[in-house]
Nanobody, 114 residues
Framework: QVQLVEFGGGLVQPGGSLRLSCAAS????????MGWYRQAPGKQRELVAR??????INYANSVKDRFTISRDNAKTVSLAMNNLKPEDTAVYYC?????????WGQGTQVTVSS
């Protein structure tokens, strides 16, 4: 079992920056990958960025060159978000995979608006 708690959401103006962090507890050394998903109102949840145990990283095309994911240690993953756009507004969820199980945090709201 893995428990996930997100930190760092909020309101930011277009072009601004935010940093999200996710702290994992439980069976953290069994985690195969950690990442961030987001869900905007009326839309499906989508992958934003993911980092595997081996360090492989992939990003959604919409956030490449603006967002950076990092695995700070065995239990923390962060998402640095720069040049934020109104279309980045969503609830952001931390995700952890301990194959074949998937775990989710409770979500944190990110709102990009002037």
């Amino acid at each position: 079992q893995v428990q996930l708690v997100e930190f760092g959401g909020g309101l930011v103006q277009p072009g601004g920056s935010l940093r999200l962090s996710c702290a994992a507890s439980g069976s953290i050394f069994s985690i195969d990958a950690m990442g961030w998903y987001r869900q905007a109102p009326g839309k499906q949840r989508e992958l934003v960025a993911r980092i595997t145990r081996g360090g492989s990283i992939n990003y959604a095309n919409s956030v490449k060159d603006r967002f950076t994911i990092s695995r700070d240690n065995a239990k923390t993953v962060s998402l640095a978000m720069n040049n934020l756009k109104p279309e980045d507004t969503a609830v952001y969820y931390c995700n952890a995979i301990v194959f074949p199980s998937t775990y989710w945090g409770q979500g944190t709201q990110v709102t990009v608006s002037s």
